[in-house]
């Protein structure tokens, strides 16, 4: 029988995922599953993008340009430029949601062996990414104490070798919610620029930024033009995961000359997906406002909950819609599984995901879990009750 | 400045993209560009499909199922068993595009520096999947003289070493058309098992088959399971190139679920696209009656009007919608590019996809290109009488 590859071993399992045939027991027992352990939110997809689709009329599915047309690419510069960002559409490769975007660019700049810092915890399929590009993941770990802030910028530069190719960061961070402050924006900027080493930004939680703090861009600092590469997506800003578009925006054109190349590969992004996302940048104000409002709210009430119960410690997001928790347990896969398994009350049980799985120091997170703020107060205030029973009984 | 990675620079440019700004131009001129280059059929897509799409009640666009919905894959394993390949739903990991699928596999079963054999002139994305997965192609020259049969096995068997992890056909096969006897299936089984490697068959062509012959599936072999994998696609299918929608097949559940973890990284294929994927499984046999007789009639006309231009030499493709063509040129790269550049009768132009980018030997080809029947016949007959035009008054 012929043999998977090491690199087929070594692909991690999603953490989010690997619950998932325990919730589909829970829930074939007749249990009642809150879920807090995806990013998949709640709130409703603009109308204008789904009518866009519905009142489409294609009679052949054809291919879209490699790089994405034109037209979107123009309309999402001119988006970038109220976010003072500015680029135009020769910025801008088009992709199929923010994971490929960061498959291309991790393969226009890396090579076998070459390492990435991140700092940790991160979103978990970094390293899936780093994985199947043959990269070695260089984890800085930021502490819950000070809500995952940026870690002590020597602490990065310890850790560069002539391996190193870029750092990486997610902000507002997956799973943090924690927000860079300009200072540490400029921190990484001049490691950045002192190691010539390029600056990759997951930007995909832009919008969600609460308690009236400013987000700020890789792409809007003087200087980091040729350093700076940002990953984007329509499925959080737009509440359209099912869409997979994203795009890789730079003002180094070989690194957009090179993700062209792994475009022109994968010939297109989906066409409907595409029309829909099109359409979705005419989206009025008033539902981003509306949506931030929203989570906002969930993000307060959920933070106060969880911090009366006892000998919880949580972090305080000021982005994205996820916040951590540190546990009084041991192993919070454990606890994680426990409650989907042996735990109810009335009829229900909550989903969370385990921390370690955003981590890549092994052992490191492993009392910790993440919650994403993803559904209606109600279910939010049951679920944090639910996790507070369980620890009550938890034997673990 | 920070540099592009050694594998971002061999990343190769796409051959059937790399004419495409010299269309463009033409058409700024003026010219009307009959477009022989790309596998984007003008057929209409199943109604079936894109009605679903329309009368979607999506409310929030949510990621799908990492590996596509259990009723999507039940469904396929349903068409597939029509066609002589006994699966079921557990041997399926839907993907984004034959694409995705074919990355996924590399990267289940290879590693950094490993080798797969490919008989060529082969689809030239395969190329760039590989640089992608650091990953080396060792060609075996095939003839357009015999069609571009299968090579002898013993020049495969010569080129075997410990690296060799698959061999790759595409069958029926793009650019060549040829469709695999089953003698030829056989031999390359018997080869996979002697050596212990995996066989990927890329059959995303396997409806388009003509003069009554029949395609032979590496699913279909018995005894060849733990070694096949079988990489498919909607696109041609049901001319819905832009769905992006595919899958991997396999009944070695090493490799499913090692691209189950690729598949888990990336999250989800396209909703939308799912969607109509699942509703085309609808389409009735008369669509693809229908079809299967417009391009075997396009077959005909442009194999005969070809052969009529003196000292060019075309093959006689039995499947898929491509020939070959060997041009009185030294330089059929240079050719098409003049023809964009600097040739036009009454107008017009055409636009060929040069061979030399589906070989990997230096130099292969380089007098070739491959025509995509995909235009209605008055077309495909202009467009032969321009491309004899243009050889006349080629001055190369």
Known sequence: MPKISAKGHNMPESPIRKLVPYAEEA????????????????????????????NN???????????GSETYRKKLATYY??????VDESDIIVTTGG???????LGSITDFGDQIIIPEPFYANYNGFSVANGIEVIPIESSIDNGFALPPIEAFEKKITPKTKAILICNPGNPT??????????KLKNLALKHDLFLIA???????VYDGIQHHSVMSQQGLEDHAIMIDSVSKRYS????????????NHEVIKTALKYAQARLSSPTFALMASEAALETPQRYFDDVIHEYDERRRILISALEKIENVKVSSPKGAFYCMAELPVEDADDFAQWMLEKFEDKGETVMVAPASGFYSTPGSGKNQIR??????????????????????QYPG
């Open 27 to 54: 829930k074939k027992r007749g249990t009642r599953v809150y879920h807090l352990n995806i990013g998949q939110p709640d709130i409703k997809t603009p109308q204008v993008a789904l009518d866009a689709v519905k």
């Open 81 to 86: 430029q109220r976010h003072q960002i500015d």
């Open 99 to 105: 994971s490929e975007a960061l498959l291309f660019a």
């Open 177 to 186: 919610g924690y927000l860079y402050s300009e200072e540490e924006i400029i």
């Open 202 to 208: 997951d930007e995909v939680y832009r919008e969600f």
């Open 57 to 67: 009329s294609i009679e052949v599915l054809a291919y879209a340009r490699s790089e």
């Open 371 to 392: 919650i994403a703020y993803v559904l209606k107060k109600e279910s939010l205030l049951r679920s944090v009750e639910l996790l507070r029973l369980a620890l009550d």
């Open 240 to 251: 359209m995961c099912g869409a997979r578009i994203g795009c890789i925006v730079s003002k």
